[in-house]
């Protein structure tokens, strides 16, 4: 089976543990452990089936250091639970006070292993450390949120040699998990939990509004149970101090609980440790509708939960109608229609739906042209629109109906050309209306309730540079910024906006960080998600492209949008069935779901959904 020691490393006999319906067995372990020589990267191969399951294998007799070390490694990178075939490479202390669960680091090309990780010779020992090294990322902490990383990553791990048996062993490692960009794509997924707005509500009953927060679960390791699981423990910590959950403190799933599926009726059942006592009907909706948001990232034909209390009670259940009824939901808002500003200047629309080109003037003011508008945004409700005019010197809002006045600017700016003045606006779901001034004298960030009160400026006392750009989410409790600094380079910023409790501290957005991490410059941004926007920019020497990025500045699995020379702006919902919508050089175009680029209006500019 393997080389001799003269020939090469030798290969010790692959031991089969699973096979798939093909008979083809894919193994973390079966990667070849050389017992000689120096030790390089352990990336294991990517493997294209996404529905294989993985397995490790154990450590071989009399394995040395490096073997002990390659097949631990590896190990940490299969579908293994409670990593037990990973704990078989430890001590029986240190595989008891290991926690892998701790966090995952994440490296370019995984993990190198210095030489000195073998044994024997003249001067042969029975302890031994290993030097990990490595590009990092990425972490993944125990919340399971995801934050980008640089710099080096640098480890020790210490072996021993068992006096009695003489089987090398793993008796001392930091706690987590580490493995190569290529492994942790293949062995964790991305998945949206919803809580709600701390302090934000919508219509007259006082709706309140979901939030995605984003966190990476185990695949193939029984993701809908590992995401019940973290949807009970809270919103991460970014997050936490802008939402709120609806499940009281304390909830968890019944003790032995595991592999939750929905039933063949795509319902799913769900027991919590909650006396039916403890929660009243309304809280129970609120509980029953963050379920059924979040698990339909996992299973989107899910139709309804229930959720049981202690003893079989059922608490509550909820369909999908239910649902978007008992909370505003971006993603569950399409758009009636698709705006833009035509050749005249004037704002036009289009129905979603439509599959033709001809663009008629919305009603009012801005339908009829004369103020110059450079770039518009419409109410959520498609009420109300703000349009900024006169080389952007100038901030309107008007009413989307017959009869209305345009009035005077409800902010202007004194920037000395059209690009150092005000952005484009943007609405969130509440009818607040967010602008930047790009102004390098008097940078400002402006937040106009109900979009016809005063203007209050915004702090962001953390903000490294000039904002060039400005588009709050759906929810409004998360903005993002493209921040120009001094040497030219930009950055794609998340912050979250915390508003005014009653301390008088007003609005700030606090907590920025960075949603595209290798982007140099970003043109163009818009929301395309609960949890993603739609970028235009360049990395370090590269070329402009289009893409998709998550808010926690993760990579997005799944293809980018077709080329497009020229962009300018970009139009997305957070509704993804509709189509993508830019203007480049070809003027107004769209892309809709499997189709090429298709142009709509030569002559039009700014395209924008509500928002």
Known sequence: MGADREGGARRRPVRAVGCTALGVVLLAGCASMPDSGDLRN???TPRQDTGVRVFAMPPAEGAGPGEIMQGFLEALTSDDPQYDTARKYLTADAASAWQPERSTTVLANGVSIGPDCRAGGPEATDSVTCDLAGSRVA????????????????????????AKNGQWRIDRLPDGVVMGKSDFQRNYTSVDKYYFASNMAVGATGQPVAVADPVFVRSKVDPMTQVVRSLLSGPTTWLGVVARSGFPT??????????????????????????????????????????????????PTLESVELQGVGGHRLCDLTEEGAEGAAWHGASKRPEYLYFLDGKHRLVRIPTG???????????????????????AVSRDEHTAAGVGDEGRS???????????????????????????????SWDARGDLWVADRDPHRPKLYVLEQGVAKPEEVAVPDLSGHIKDARVSADGVRIALVVEKKDGNQSLLIGRVQRDDGTGQGISVDGLRSAAP????????????????????????GVQQMRYVQVDGSTLDGPAPGALPGVKAIAASEDERVPLVAYSDDGIVRLPS?????????????PVYPG
């Open 42 to 44: 352990v990336e294991s």
């Open 139 to 162: 972490s993944v902490d125990a919340q399971q949120a995801y934050e980008p990383a640089g710099g080096s990553y640098r480890g020790k791990v210490h072996l021993t040699r068992d």
């Open 250 to 299: 304390g909830t968890a799933l019944q003790k032995g609980v595991s592999g939750l599926a929905p039933d063949d009726q795509n319902k799913l059942t769900v027991p919590l440790n909650l006396k039916a006592s403890q929660v009243a009907a309304s809280k129970c909706s609120e509980m029953a509708t963050q379920m059924l948001f979040t698990l339909r990232n996992l299973a």
């Open 354 to 376: 439509s599959t033709g080109t001809g663009a008629l003037p919305v009603p009012g003011p801005l339908g009829e042209g004369g103020k110059g508008l450079q770039s518009v």
């Open 395 to 425: 901030l309107y809002v008007t009413s989307l109906a017959s009869g209305g006045s345009l009035g005077d600017p409800l902010v202007s700016s004194q920037g000395a050309t059209p690009a150092g003045r005000l952005t484009t606006p």
């Open 518 to 541: 290798d982007l140099e410059q970003v043109s163009a941004i818009s929301w395309a998600g609960d949890s993603r926007l739609l970028t235009v920019g360049q990395e370090q020497g």
């Open 594 to 606: 499997g189709a090429q680029w298709q142009k709509l209006d030569k002559d039009g500019t700014a």
